[in-house]
């Protein structure tokens, strides 16, 4: 099976920092070359929302323009893990962040269907 699990989440105040991590099953860190990562978020009340997304530890990076300038999507798949730096934090930043994966090619974060595996959430809590 593949499992994709989140951590990092929690509670901070506007203004401050978060840093989201995704560990990942051997499945996807042995299609390295193909597989694309990415973060989504959902809010209550709200559709789920792509945030940033990463291919072959940074040969193709994209962020939603929300985000752009105070998030950082990053990969270190030797530790099979994905992170999202997150500063400057809004309180429209709240939400259930979730790590996702495709294995063949990189859809967009407005494609949130063609993402084939997908973690359980983790949750972000900005107050102001």
């Known amino acids: 099976q593949v499992q994709l699990v989140e951590s990092g989440g929690g509670s901070v105040q506007a203004g401050g920092s978060l840093r989201l991590s995704c560990v990942y099953s051997?499945?996807?860190?042995?299609?390295?070359?193909?597989?694309?990562m990415a973060w989504f978020r959902q809010a209550p009340g709200k559709e789920r929302e792509g945030v940033a997304n990463?291919?072959?530890?940074?040969?193709?990076?994209s962020y939603t323009d929300s985000v752009k300038g105070r998030f950082t999507i990053s990969q270190d798949n030797a530790k099979n893990s994905l992170y999202l730096q997150m500063n400057s934090l809004k309180p429209e930043d709240s939400a259930l962040y979730f790590c996702a994966a495709e294995s063949g090619f990189c859809p967009g974060l407005n494609d949130e269907d063609n993402y084939e595996y997908w973690g359980q959430g983790t949750q972000v809590t900005v107050s102001s």
């Open positions: 051997s499945y996807i860190s042995d299609i390295y070359d193909t597989h694309c």
């Open positions: 990463i291919r072959a530890g940074g040969a193709y990076i």
